[in-house]
């Protein structure tokens, strides 16, 4: 079973054609590294390549909110943590946050990833084996402290 600590990925480098012309990094490249050390966590429950070539099931993003912290730039050296909140037998739920190199918070990201079958596509229930590590993980998770910033909803505050 995965240690009751959330996964963490390797650091990324944060890349020169993300920056733009304001000089800190893109907001859509932080989706791109979300996705990057996210790929490590889900091969950690058994997806990724492999899992595709072999069985031609993979996962598919439904949604994901991204709540952006401080501003990163060139160099910048980022990885993530992965908290898997939540499961059924063909979705899950999870939280990351994005850690600069020093220790602080760059933004948090959150999302819903559908078990898929190619051969559709249409979503299906994760094979045994899969569904298992998955429930592996959700378990270990669900004994560590709930991060700032699940859930939150976006708006503006009423004013009076």
Known sequence: ??????????????????????????????????????????????FGPDY???????????????RYLREVKLGDQLRSSFYLLD???KRFHFFQQL?????WIAATGEGLTLHVDLNGPRVVPM?????ARVAAMAKAHAALPR???????IGLKPKG
């Open 1 to 46: 079973m995965p240690d009751a600590q959330p996964f963490l990925s390797a650091f990324h480098p944060v890349e020169e054609g993300w920056i733009d012309y304001n000089g800190h990094m893109n907001m859509g490249y932080y989706t791109v590294l979300f996705d990057r050390c996210a790929d490590e966590a889900f091969e950690e429950m058994g």
């Open 52 to 66: 595709r070539a072999t069985r031609n099931l993979t996962t598919f993003s439904a949604e994901f909110h991204i």
């Open 87 to 89: 499961h059924d037998g």
């Open 99 to 103: 850690y600069h190199s020093d220790g």
């Open 127 to 131: 094979p045994e084996d899969v569904a």
């Open 147 to 153: 991060p700032d910033g699940i859930g939150r909803r």
